[in-house]
């Protein structure tokens, strides 16, 4: 109703509107079309026409209940009003903002230099990934060219990343449709890249190892040897994922044909990565927009038929194998030479050279309290993080912070496509159709 | 690939247009046209709105604009994808401070929804024909548009061991 009716001295200042639902003749339709079919989102497919909706219907058959922000399953803090008719959910509208720290802001009061140590802790599942998108943005500004062991090692941590944020996936996955061995093992193996993270980077998550101009450090003595034991380990352990899951009949009784969703309404919704794929879309931007040096390498694009949370299973996992496929390449094709670009203005010195050279010293000094200047421009790169499109759009105005830095977060769009997904579906499976969806709440509300 | 993307080029005339550093084609039209040329665009194969952001440029007048494009403080920024032709398009739309209104491209791209929410939120920007327009990442209650320019950083005071107190 429309709130308190202020002109008037006599309302207390405690009113607070009718209690009541009004009846729906009461309405006029393009506001009740409003109501119904966007409000709480309705699927574009099923799109609602004034004349359609039921004007008699009582609004009080129907419930609407409130799932989260600390709802276990809902994988952070998302909430969700889903409206029910028993046990059948209607319309859902996600509720985001719990977890907004103003990240876009901060990065206008941080360097180039800064920058990524803001970026990698949006998507907390592949900081790796948010890393890379912002030094690439940062460098197609500077106009600077990598050499190529900086960009084989970008692609060798950026498919790690990969591998451990579908290996987290499924094990959340599996823990929301009551498969808790499927927990333990998705968390051992993820340990084992963490663990290479943690010994190449210094940190398990959060890295700033990515850096624009190349990466913070060479790979470690015997990385190879790492790689080949993880490689190993993940292959042999996803047959095992077959035999607990894949061929499972009540894995498929959970997950065949629950929360389906056509092409047409995912691209309409703008979802990407393993959602868009699912519906046989085959637009993977490592093989149609690539970057990095992903044309040197072999790799299928996974896409599945039905676009149901079955299929999104099958593109992860089988995602996992690809992911494991490119670095087998990486391992062989990795180049020798300087892990990153040798530009003074941009990179610092190394500690030896400061003791000796003038110039180190200034340099490591401009670097260090001022940053580097970024000519003036925009640019818009997008890679393809785990859970799909992954942009930034950067505008500099010449100085040594960006003016403006925007993250096209994959979470954050493909949300969307969770009403679609749910409308019509038990609310029983609400739970692991929120997981298909992969929502990572950190990059969702920035 | 060329011939492929000659015709949306061709099907509309009059926006003023340039190529930004990254190779993408980025297209100047005026608030009034701005629906209707995403609508030609939607037509012309560009399935997918892949973004939508804002920019405020107080502080920062002096950008790169092709000629006959007169800047404004606010910047809308539109990415569009094409998977048709394997291409993107970038539309970038003045919108003054006083009444900044924009068209909703909800009708066109349903994906439109939280973007818009998240440009509305963060700089104000009204966009008319929008089924929800209300704030999707601060709170309801919030003040202010975050990311404007002119809205200043918090900062929390820092807290010292046997620092005096306020009284």
Redesign the interface.
């Given at each position: 109703m429309s709130g308190p009716d202020t002109s008037s001295p006599f309302v207390g200042e405690t009113f607070e509107g009718a209690q009541e639902l009004g009846s729906r003749h009461d309405t006029a339709p393009d506001e009740l079309e409003?109501e119904v079919?966007?409000?709480l989102?309705l699927p574009?497919s099923r799109g609602v026409d004034s004349g359609d909706i039921d004007v008699e219907r009582p609004d009080d058959e129907t419930m609407i209940i409130n799932m989260g922000p600390q709802h276990p399953s809902t994988h952070g803090v998302l909430r969700l009003m889903m409206e029910l008719d028993g046990e059948t959910v209607l319309r859902t509208k996600p509720i985001?903002?719990y977890l907004?720290t103003?990240m876009?802001?901060t990065a206008e009061?941080l360097t180039y230099q800064q920058g990524s140590t803001n970026v990698t802790r949006m998507d907390y599942l592949s900081p790796l990934n948010n890393e890379l998108v912002f030094s690439l943005a940062t460098e197609?500004?500077l106009?600077i060219e990598l050499p190529p062991r900086a960009v084989w090692i970008r692609m060798l941590l950026s498919e790690l990343q990969r591998m451990s944020s579908h290996l987290m996936w499924l094990a959340t996955n599996g823990m929301d449709v009551g498969s808790t061995t499927m927990m333990i093992f998705g968390f051992r193996e993820r340990e084992l890249v963490l663990g290479f993270f943690e010994k190449t980077t210094g940190l398990r998550m959060n890295h700033n190892f990515i850096r624009p101009g190349g990466t913070a450090a060479d790979l470690p003595d015997g990385w190879e040897d790492d790689v080949e034991v993880i490689l190993d380990n993940v292959t042999s352990r996803l047959s095992d994922y077959d035999a607990l899951l894949t061929g499972q009949p009540i894995f498929h009784e959970r997950m065949e044909g629950v929360g389906a969703l056509s092409a047409d309404e995912a691209?309409?919704?703008?979802?990407?990565g393993p959602i868009l794929r699912s519906t046989g879309?085959a637009?993977d931007l490592r093989r149609?927009?690539p970057y990095l040096a992903y044309d040197d390498v072999d790799f299928d694009v996974i896409i599945g038929t039905y676009g149901d949370n079955f299929d999104r299973y099958a593109i992860r996992i089988n995602e996992i194998r690809e992911s494991v496929r490119i670095l087998w390449q990486v391992l062989d094709k990795m180049p020798p030479g300087d892990y990153r670009v040798q530009d003074k203005k941009v990179t610092p010195p190394p500690r030896a050279r400061i003791d000796e050279s003038m110039e180190a010293l200034i340099h490591h000094f401009k670097i260090f309290t001022e940053g580097f200047k970024v000519p003036?421009?925009?640019?818009?790169?997008?890679i393809e993080s785990p859970r799909g499109?992954l942009?930034c759009?950067l505008?500099s105005?010449g100085s040594s912070k960006p003016?403006?830095m925007?993250i096209?977060a994959p979470s954050?769009?493909n949300?969307?496509s969770l009403p679609v997904m749910m409308h019509g579906g038990l609310v029983a499976d609400a739970v692991a159709t929120i997981s298909s969806v992969d929502p990572v709440m950190g990059e969702v509300?920035? | 690939m060329t011939a492929e993307t000659a015709p949306f080029e061709l099907s509309i005339p009059a926006v003023p247009r340039s190529t930004?550093?990254?190779g993408?084609d980025l297209l100047f039209p005026d608030r009034d046209r701005y629906h209707d040329v995403v609508a030609r665009h939607r037509e012309a194969g560009f399935?997918?709105?892949?973004?939508l952001?804002a920019?405020?440029y107080l502080g920062?007048p002096g950008?790169?604009l092709p000629e006959g494009v007169k800047p404004e403080r606010f910047e809308l920024?539109v990415?569009l994808l094409s998977?048709a032709h394997?291409r993107?398009v970038?539309i970038r739309v003045q919108v003054p401070e006083e009444g900044a209104e924009v068209a909703s491209l909800?009708d066109l791209?349903?994906?439109?929804?939280?973007?818009e929410r998240?440009a509305y939120d963060?700089y104000g920007i009204t966009f008319t024909g929008h089924?929800?327009l209300t704030?999707?990442?601060?709170?309801e209650d919030w003040e202010g548009h975050?990311?404007r320019k002119d809205?200043g950083?918090g900062r929390v005071p820092v807290q010292f061991k046997h620092a005096p107190g306020p009284r």
């Open positions: 409003r079919g966007s409000v989102r574009e985001i903002g907004h103003g876009e802001k009061e197609k500004l106009g691209l309409a919704l703008s979802a990407t879309v637009w149609t927009m003036e421009g925009e640019v818009y790169v997008a499109e942009g759009y505008v105005d003016f403006r925007h096209r954050f769009v949300l969307q509300d920035r | 930004s550093e990254d993408h399935e997918m709105l892949a973004g952001t920019v405020d920062h950008r790169q920024v990415m998977l394997v993107r970038r909800w791209y349903r994906g439109a929804e939280a973007m998240e963060m089924p929800d704030r999707i990442l601060m709170p975050p990311l809205f950083v």
